[in-house]
Nanobody
């Protein structure tokens, strides 16, 4: 069983919303910086949003600022990506990533498909 499992993807119309979840298991989730990436067909994987382990500081890719929100619930070992005002260009496979420092460890989820289309 992989440590990170995404869910919540699907088909949504332009202007709609989706919430992605990434549930962690068998890791000390609170020690991990968590991020969401996406990869569209024929394109490179890009950073969508990032949240730190301690202060919960966040950062976003320019294309999603003001529309997407990343947040985490350490009690539930889960990080979320709330996506609003979705556009067709948001269509991609969305991946969850966890990074821990000292010693360094990185985990990726298996991805969840998001399709924005009318």
């Amino acid at each position: 069983q992989v440590p990170l499992v995404e869910s919540g993807g699907g088909l949504v119309q332009p202007g709609g919303s989706l919430r992605l979840s990434c549930a962690a298991s068998r890791i000390t989730f609170s020690r991990y910086d968590m991020s969401w990436y996406r990869q569209a067909p024929g394109k490179e994987r890009e950073l969508v949003a990032y949240i730190t382990s301690g202060s919960g500081r966040t950062n976003y890719g320019d294309s999603v600022k003001g529309r997407f929100t990343i947040f985490r619930d350490n009690a539930k070992n889960t990080v979320y990506l709330q996506m609003n005002s979705l556009k067709p260009e948001d269509t991609a496979v969305y991946y969850c990533k966890g990074d821990r420092a000292g010693p360094a460890l990185t985990y990726w989820g298996q991805g969840t498909q998001v399709t924005v289309s009318s």
